[in-house]
């Protein structure tokens, strides 16, 4: 059968000239980076190897900017954060075996958080492929089976023409909802040869849209419209699809509590009345939510920490709207709708009919009272005033990053992003050492405002090498670090479930000369004076980092018993 209409890209005399000579001296690795800079990226992060210095070879000749961190897994963690500020996919250039291997953790993370990202890495050359063990220098039996339980797609090239074809495909299916990283491994043979193929310039690679099934979403629209106690859970979802509008219409429409995940932060505004905030590892929110006759869930799969540890048990009705195939229904029976938050909130916008419920402003700041009162009761004013603090001195919109550590988890629940956009932490996976590289990359994508980073000293440690790309790339990135000696938070897990703690105590360097030594400005504060102390280091062009001595305690737990 003969398709006389089909579409065809037909060149330009000048793209015929140029595709019939090519520019001398390119290899397969300006391949690899005329496709990035063709499908619009424009920042590169990485860390060169001998494997893959055909792409970096290649830098030198593209317009692309390059971000160079001091350890792989930093380099992941900027391209993450790089990924969620933008909403594009972030390239990360690697080498071959332990190069690869030590992104691993970062692409997790982005896995989990759904960040976009796309990992370029090298390969042994092409006769090494296959598991024939031919002892070539980083050789893994598989590479590409130890990305493939992590990443959103795997793409192995064996020829300088499959490059621009595999790397849209891997661009397309990094930011097809849900956004998530990608593998790309090219041979190291492959990238240094010598190239005569034309300069790639035309691609497409859309995303594809997950749009929602109309006959659920009108479902969802009448059991919503016609709830008595409707409440909403709204999860990282609803940020990565931009869709915090969409959501704010949709509960004011229904009169309708929201509660956001810890990867939901700022989803939802903190002050609105019908704002119950984050404050999911507490009873008093999870017998609220356990009372709503139809709960709205978007963009959360309810694992682990949404759920209050898997204490939250709900008696009415679930609506389960989940870009993730495999979070749909995981953990509770629902009506599941499998979609891009954005795309299915509007349907249901489009659907559902108004409800009034003057009850819900007063219930919710019941809840939030007795969440207070609790607090209260426990004596932790130092913890409070620090955050305070760090609220206070943070400017509005300006983006924060947390590490695992224990003020991260008092933000989690207690810090007001200001921002639909402004809050991330490494609570998808849970990795330590996200902070300060992905403030990096934050900073990266947008040097015009600071960016602050939150770590442990235990944390911290991880991450130190990266003050020399601040200091060399000068990235507005101030750096908080709580220093209590050790892991805090398993100290704390050791004692309650011990008696003591084991291997949580460190031996740390003196931070401020550390980081004077990068030739980062660094001061040593208290909690009396950590609010002027940073906002001085935040409206200072540059990097800096603030070490604040302190030793914090987590409110009490209320999964493990009534409280």
């Known amino acids: 059968m003969t398709h006389d209409h089909d579409p065809v890209l037909r060149p330009t005399a000048a793209q ?28 590169v ?22 971000v160079g961190l001091r350890m792989e897994n930093n380099a992941g963690f900027a ?26 953790a970062a692409l997790q993370e982005a896995a989990s958080a759904s960040a976009p990202v796309l990992a370029v890495g090298s390969q042994v050359p092409t006769a090494g492929l296959g598991g024939g063990r031919h002892g070539y220098l980083h050789e893994l039996p598989d590479q590409a089976a130890s990305f493939r339980g992590v990443v959103k797609s795997v793409h192995t090239v064996r020829a300088q023409s499959q490059i621009p074809s595999a790397i849209a495909a891997a661009w397309k299916s990094a930011l097809t909802a849900p956004h998530g990283p990608v593998w790309v491994e090219i041979p190291q043979d492959v990238l240094l040869a010598p190239t005569s193929l034309p300069v790639v310039t035309a691609l497409d690679a859309t995303p594809d849209d997950l749009v929602p099934r109309p006959e659920l979403t009108a479902v969802a629209a009448e059991l919503l419209s016609g709830a008595a106690r409707p409440a909403i859970i709204a999860g990282g979802g609803v940020v990565r699809a931009d869709a915090s509008g969409k959501l704010l219409r949709l509960a ?21 009345p019908l704002s119950l905030r984050s404050w999911l590892e507490d009873r008093y929110t999870t017998d609220f939510l356990e009372d709503a006759d139809v709960l709205l869930v978007v963009g959360s799969g309810l694992g682990e920490l949404s759920s209050n540890y898997h204490t939250f048990k709900p008696r009415g009705r679930v609506i389960q709207i989940e870009a993730d195939l495999g979070k749909l229904e995981s953990n509770h029976p629902a009506l599941g709708i499998h979609a891009d938050a954005r795309l299915a909130l509007q349907a249901l916008l489009e659907t559902a009919e108004e409800r009034t419920d003057p009850s819900a402003p007063e219930r919710v700041r019941d809840v939030l009272s007795r969440v207070a009162e609790r607090i209260a009761s426990q004596e932790l004013t130092l913890e409070q005033e620090v955050l305070g603090a760090v609220r206070r001195a943070l400017p509005f919109g300006a983006p924060s990053f947390w590490d695992m550590t224990i003020l991260s988890y008092w933000a989690w629940s207690a810090f007001d992003p200001r921002g639909a956009n402004a809050m991330h932490s490494a609570q998808g996976a849970g990795g330590l050492g996200y902070a300060f590289p992905a403030a990096l990359g934050a900073a990266a994508a947008d040097p ?33 670090i709580i220093d209590d000696g050790g892991y805090g938070i398993l100290r704390e897990y050791m004692t309650d479930a011990f008696g003591e703690p084991t291997a949580t105590e460190l031996t740390r360097p003196d931070y401020v000369a550390l980081a004077e030594s990068f030739g980062v400005p660094g001061v040593l504060t208290t909690p009396e004076t950590l609010e002027p102390d940073l906002t001085r280091a935040l409206s200072t062009p540059g ?3 603030v070490v604040l001595p302190a030793v914090l305690r987590m409110f009490a737990p209320t999964h493990s018993a009534t409280s």
Request: aromatic content about 8%; charged content about 15%.
């Open 16 to 43: 015929r000239e140029a595709a019939l000579s090519p520019p001398p001296g390119r290899n397969g690795g300006d391949l690899v980076v005329e496709t990035l800079a063709g499908l619009g990226a424009t920042t």
């Open 45 to 66: 992060f990485g860390l060169p190897g001998q494997h893959a210095l055909g792409m970096f070879d290649a830098l030198r000749r593209s317009s692309l900017r390059y």
């Open 79 to 104: 391209a993450d954060a790089y990924g969620r500020m933008t909403g594009e996919a972030a390239p990360l250039f690697l080498s071959t075996g332990p190069g690869a291997l030590m992104s691993l």
């Open 252 to 272: 004011e429409l229904l009169d309708a509590p929201v509660v956001t995940t810890f990867g939901g932060k700022g989803a939802f505004p903190w002050e609105h």
């Open 448 to 480: 015009t405002q600071p960016v602050l980073a939150v770590s442990g000293d235990g944390g911290a440690l991880y991450s130190v090498a990266e003050l020399a790309t601040a200091r060399q790339h000068d990235l507005p990135v101030t750096w908080l």
């Open 543 to 545: 990097p800096s980092v």
